[in-house]
């Protein structure tokens, strides 16, 4: 930019040069008009050597975006591709402390199901308190097991693997038992959980078609 500048200054300079010896010719008469004429081929040369000069600097300057967008590029290629690797590198991790909790999550579960069905009543209230610290652990990490009983099943979080026959109406298509417990994760379903659930069944159904035996008899 000083360069143009300073370009601009000489051409400026010339003009007035030019300026001048008209303003001599108007008063001189013709006399002046060889020095006029070498004063025009003057500024000709200087205006010509000027437009190159300022050529020679624009393209420079063209050059210097070029190079600058170039790095530009570079540096965003080389963000990226560590960004991407980070990214990688975090969700594997991610990915194996999500399946060590959920492991160890899993053996908590069999051990407290174990102390019930043996009737260890301390042990069930070590396990109740123990699950009463996790949670509120697993709730600021958005992670949450799935192995609740006595609820309507839900067939996106749950998997049916056995149904349990019941006269009772309103236990109908509630989960019965949890046989193996299910995870979320920032509302995204690692796994369902196993369950039985209730199936009701009415004995005093009439039936619509005879048996082959009531058949035969007729």
């Known amino acids: 930019m000083f360069k143009i500048r300073k370009l601009l200054r000489q051409i400026l300079s010339k003009i007035e040069a030019l300026e001048s010896a008209v303003t001599s010719m108007e008063s001189s008469g ?32 063209e050059d210097l975006q070029k190079e600058q967008q170039a790095e530009t590029r570079s540096l965003s290629a080389s963000l990226s591709s560590l960004y991407h690797q980070d990214r990688t590198e975090f969700q594997s991790r991610e990915k194996a402390l999500l399946d ?56 996106s979080l749950y998997e049916v693997v056995d149904l349990v026959p019941t006269a009772d109406s309103f236990l109908d298509h509630l989960i019965a038992e949890v046989y193996s417990c299910g995870y979320l994760y920032r509302g995204k379903i690692l796994k369902k959980a196993k369950v039985s659930v209730y199936s009701f069944q009415n004995d005093s159904t009439v039936k619509t078609q005879p048996d082959k035996s009531e058949e035969e008899l007729s």
């Open 100 to 155: 060590l909790v959920m492991s160890y999550h899993d053996q908590l579960f069999m051990l407290q199901r174990a102390a019930e069905e043996a009737h260890m009543e301390d042990w069930n209230h070590q396990f109740a308190l123990a699950d009463t610290k996790l949670t509120n652990i697993r709730l600021p990490a958005e992670f949450q097991p799935i192995c609740n009983v006595n609820l309507p099943v839900d067939y």
């Open 30 to 61: 013709t006399s002046s008009l060889d020095g006029l004429s070498a004063s025009l081929k003057d500024l000709r040369t200087a205006a010509n050597r000027h437009d190159m000069a300022i050529e020679d600097l624009l393209d420079s300057w």
